[in-house]
């Protein structure tokens, strides 16, 4: 299948009289026919308000193999190409963006309502933050690992990019943006971003699939994943901590 380069944009007569938006939103995709559109589809009432500036959506393709970018195109602002890699995905995302502001959502995550203004008035204090999270899945641990997540990221000011990360465009770019590594770059943009500020740790929370804790047990999941944060916090490279990740699964 041929990438994407460029998505659905506003014509030239729209164009003329378009406010620049307030929020860029930047969604990388792999592969996620399967629930890009419960993503996107809430997301069109924020872009039919975009001659109110308000929000513009870009999605970002690392290469998938099934329907994602025919099924995201109508519903994007922008649907971009790029190799694989979460972290360079948004960053190809974010250079695209128009906005001040930045969220990066998972293409598996939806946005509680009110979002927008709440990543306002968040970014009125405090250069970057993120949503609490709600784990959405079969397993009945599910709301004991959000309520696991929300707590470590609030005692640590730690986000994970589940839990969608904003921040102002000025300081993404101050601190270098995501690292281009295959694991924990949403942890490596964290501890950059806490040299601007703490982060704004709102209350509302995304939904976000649970499919990983469901398919392949909560408290596996769990031990795995603080392995591999602690083997991180102990300077193993996130290349080695991605294969060991692709051997535990």
């Known amino acids: 299948m041929p990438r994407q380069q460029e998505g659905l944009c506003l014509n030239s007569v729209e164009n003329s009289i378009e406010k620049a ?28 308000q975009r001659l109110s500036a308000l929000v ?9 193999g099934d329907s994602s970018v025919r099924i995201a195109t ?18 190809l995302g974010a250079q695209h963006a128009r906005a001040p502001a930045l969220l990066f959502l998972h293409a598996d995550t939806q946005l509680p309502d009110g979002a927008v203004e709440q990543i306002t008035r968040g970014l ?9 999270i709600q784990l959405s899945g079969r397993s009945r641990w599910l709301p004991v690992v959000s309520w696991m ?40 943009l964290s501890k950059r971003l806490k040299q601007v500020s703490r982060p704004a740790c709102l209350t509302a929370k995304v939904i976000s699939s649970g499919r990983r804790w469901d398919e392949f047990g909560a408290w596996k999941t769990i031990r795995l994943m603080w392995r591999l944060r602690y083997r991180y916090w102990r300077g193993v490279s996130a290349t080695q901590l991605a294969k060991e990740y692709r051997d535990a699964r």
């Open 124 to 132: 009125n204090r405090h250069a970057w933050g993120r949503f609490a």
């Open 149 to 188: 997540m929300n707590q470590r990221s609030r005692l640590t000011g730690m986000a994970t990019g589940d839990q969608g990360i904003f921040v102002r465009t000025s300081a993404f770019r101050a601190v270098g943006g995501f690292p281009e590594q295959p694991l924990m770059e949403d942890i490596e």
């Open 21 to 48: 938006p307030q929020l860029s939103i930047v969604i990388p995709v792999l592969n996620e026919a399967a629930g890009i559109e419960a993503t996107l589809l809430p997301l069109q009432l924020l872009r039919a």
């Open 74 to 91: 109508p519903l994007a602002d922008r649907v971009l190409g790029s190799s694989s890699g979460r972290g360079e995905q948004m960053n």
């Open 56 to 64: 513009e959506v870009i999605v970002v393709d690392g290469g998938s």
